[in-house]
């Protein structure tokens, strides 16, 4: 590390230096001295020269650096410092006044727009307009808990943004969009790119029908034609030529180019909303070796979306909807299974695991649990089959730190 340039003010170590006010004052000064390349410096208390000097010794510039240093651990700061934090303190102000007066004008415009529909959190949300296929709208989860994270992404597709929310699987980036989408009845598609989606299934194809060859759409312009909510689950994991022909439709009010039917252009209804999961990419990079197979999506692609980070429940949260769902479990139950499923995925996080812990998972346990009475019984289904025998060891052993139950039935006591 360059101590030289950490320690030595860019207009030069000249000045006062000090700490407290009053009576309690402390200051050092720094000045130059009259032999070459030294630096004269001075130690007193109170106003500088009030009390007189008590300390006053010539220095180099490398022991003065140290001092500098060391004052500045101390808590002593110099005048100049001072009227830079001033003016930036004033700035910072007019600044926040100036946002919140923006903040408070956004907010009175989206009011005096009112929907006719649903609320989710401070938000209204327009219904779908009538016609829309019914057996594609996702049915409503009376259980399912809007937290503070539902704002903004709720405001984003009322503005039709395209969203994409990144997150460890199963922390329930689809089953949000679905269930906004069950309670404004606006049709959902899915496309879940499993590395074996191709761009037709994407985009469309042609085929051979009674003795005729005809064009068939792929889900993405059959939702924008439809005015449907297309999640594109995974998006990760989708071939490049996929991802090419989303960059155009990811533009405000991005038309579809079918070059396969003679560069016919395709319009998107005003309903139709689109939306993308990941598990590893943008701020879920890191965890790219957890997902193999994963593809690396550039900030130039990733700039065309809103991105959110999706995270789990926080204990309260997923003890909550343990009881929404499950109103037989007492608190106190809920809190500490929504505790087993936070310490699991806490090892995931640290690759202690290699399985990952849904709400689903959870609730799944909970529903089997009440039904048998047997905390090991139920977590064999739920929990202990579906993973390694490894993590199977390793969970079995964070439920016991939580719940004591008799090693011989599995029944909690």
């Known amino acids: 590390m360059n101590t030289r340039a950490l320690a030595v003010p860019d207009d030069g170590p000249e000045g006062l230096y000090?700490?407290?006010?009053?009576?309690?004052?402390?200051?050092?000064?720094?000045?130059?001295?009259?032999?070459?390349?030294?630096?004269?410096?001075?130690?007193?208390?109170?106003?500088?020269?009030?009390?007189?000097?008590?300390?006053?010794?010539?220095?180099?510039?490398?022991?003065?650096e140290a001092k500098l240093l060391k004052w500045r651990r101390e808590g002593f700061v110099s005048d100049a410092d001072r009227e830079d934090e001033a003016l930036a303190v004033e700035a910072g102000s007019r600044f926040a006044v100036e946002l919140q007066r923006a903040v408070e004008l956004g907010r009175k415009t989206r009011e005096a727009v009112r929907h006719e529909g649903v609320r989710i959190g401070n938000v209204d949300m327009p219904r779908a307009h009538e016609g829309t296929p019914s057996a594609l709208v996702p049915r409503i989860n009376d259980a399912y808990l809007f937290t503070a994270r539902s704002e903004d992404i709720a405001l984003d597709i009322v503005e039709n943004r395209r969203v994409l929310l990144i997150g460890h699987t199963g922390s329930g980036?689809?089953?949000?969009?679905?269930?906004?989408?069950?309670?404004?009845?606006?049709?959902?598609?899915?496309?879940?790119?499993?590395?074996?989606?191709?761009?037709?299934?994407?985009?469309?194809?042609?085929?051979?029908?009674?003795?005729?060859?005809?064009?068939?759409?792929?889900?993405?312009?059959?939702?924008?034609?439809?005015?449907?909510?297309?999640?594109?689950?995974?998006?990760?994991?989708?071939?490049?030529?996929i991802l090419a022909v989303l960059t155009a439709v990811l533009e405000p009010n991005g038309r579809l180019l079918l070059k396969e039917r003679g560069n016919e252009i395709v319009e998107p209804h005003a309903s139709f909303r689109l939306f993308a999961t990941a598990n590893a990419a943008g701020a879920m990079s890191a965890w790219r070796h957890l997902y193999q197979g994963a593809n690396l999506l550039n900030e130039a692609f990733l700039d065309r979306w809103r991105v959110y980070l999706f995270d789990y429940l926080s204990k309260e949260e997923e003890a909550e909807v343990l009881r929404r769902t499950l109103p037989l479990l007492t608190p106190a139950i809920a809190r500490t299974l929504a505790a087993v499923a936070?310490?699991?995925?806490?090892?995931?996080?640290?690759?202690?695991?290699?399985?990952?812990?849904?709400?689903?998972?959870?609730?799944?346990?909970?529903?089997?649990?009440?039904?048998?009475?047997?905390?090991?019984?139920?977590?064999?289904?739920?929990i202990y089959a579906k993973v390694s025998a490894e993590d199977a060891a390793l969970i079995r052993s964070i439920i016991r730190h939580h719940v004591i139950f008799d090693a011989g039935s599995g029944a909690a006591t």
Request: charged fraction near 25%; hydrophobic fraction near 45%; glycine fraction near 10%.
């Open 173 to 241: 980036k689809t089953s949000f969009i679905e269930q906004v989408a069950a309670r404004t009845g606006h049709a959902v598609l899915r496309a879940n790119m499993n590395g074996q989606t191709t761009i037709g299934d994407f985009v469309g194809f042609w085929t051979v029908k009674g003795g005729e060859t005809v064009w068939v759409d792929g889900v993405l312009p059959v939702a924008m034609r439809e005015g449907c909510w297309l999640i594109i689950d995974e998006l990760d994991f989708a071939e490049p030529s």
């Open 342 to 382: 936070a310490d699991c995925r806490a090892a995931f996080a640290r690759e202690d695991l290699a399985s990952a812990f849904s709400t689903r998972r959870l609730i799944d346990w909970a529903e089997l649990m009440l039904r048998t009475g047997d905390v090991e019984r139920a977590a064999g289904p739920a």
């Open 18 to 64: 000090s700490r407290g006010a009053g009576a309690a004052r402390e200051w050092w000064r720094v000045s130059l001295s009259e032999r070459a390349h030294m630096f004269r410096i001075e130690h007193g208390h109170g106003e500088a020269g009030d009390n007189g000097v008590d300390i006053d010794t010539v220095v180099d510039l490398d022991n003065l």
